[in-house]
C-alpha cells in the first residue's frame, strides 16, 4: 500500500509565498517521477510541475519562474515552493507519484488527497 500525503497549503496574499511537501510511505520498490497537478473550481485538473527519477524537470509555462519543484531522492519526498503567488494560483494541489510497487510490476500512478492553496487579499 502506497500512500502521498501534502502539507503546506493554506491562506496567503498575492505575491506570497508557500511551500508545499508532500511524502510517500508505504511499501514500493521505487518511484519513477513525482509532482505536483492542481485543480481549481469548476477546471480540469492540470499539470503544475514534475521531476522524473533523474532529476529532469518539467513545468506549466503559467508557473515558471515563479514555482521551483525539488526532490529528496532518499526520504522519497517532493517539495513545491511557490513564489509571486496570483488568485489564478487558487486550487487544490495534488501530489503525484509514479510509484513500482514490485520491480517486476509496472509502475502504477498514486495521488495524494489534496492541499488548499488559496490566494487572496
Known amino acids: 500500500q502506497v500512500q502521498l500525503v501534502e502539507s503546506g497549503g493554506g491562506l496567503v496574499q498575492p505575491g506570497g509565498s508557500l511551500r508545499l511537501s508532500c511524502a510517500a510511505s508505504?511499501?514500493?520498490?521505487?518511484?519513477?517521477?513525482m509532482g505536483w497537478y492542481r485543480q481549481a473550481p469548476g477546471k480540469e485538473r492540470e499539470l503544475v510541475a514534475v521531476?522524473?527519477?533523474?532529476?529532469?524537470?518539467n513545468e506549466a509555462n503559467s508557473v515558471k519562474g515563479r514555482f521551483t519543484i525539488s526532490r529528496d531522492y532518499a526520504k522519497n519526498t517532493v517539495s513545491l515552493q511557490m513564489n509571486s503567488l496570483k488568485p489564478d494560483d487558487t486550487a487544490n494541489y495534488y501530489c503525484?507519484?509514479?510509484?513500482?510497487?514490485?520491480?517486476?510490476?509496472?509502475?502504477?500512478?498514486?495521488w495524494g488527497p489534496g492541499t488548499l492553496v488559496n490566494v487572496s487579499s
Open positions: 503525484y507519484g509514479l510509484v513500482k510497487e514490485r520491480s517486476w510490476l509496472a509502475p502504477r500512478e498514486h
Open positions: 508505504g511499501s514500493f520498490f521505487s518511484i519513477n517521477s
Open positions: 521531476i522524473g527519477s533523474e532529476g529532469s524537470t
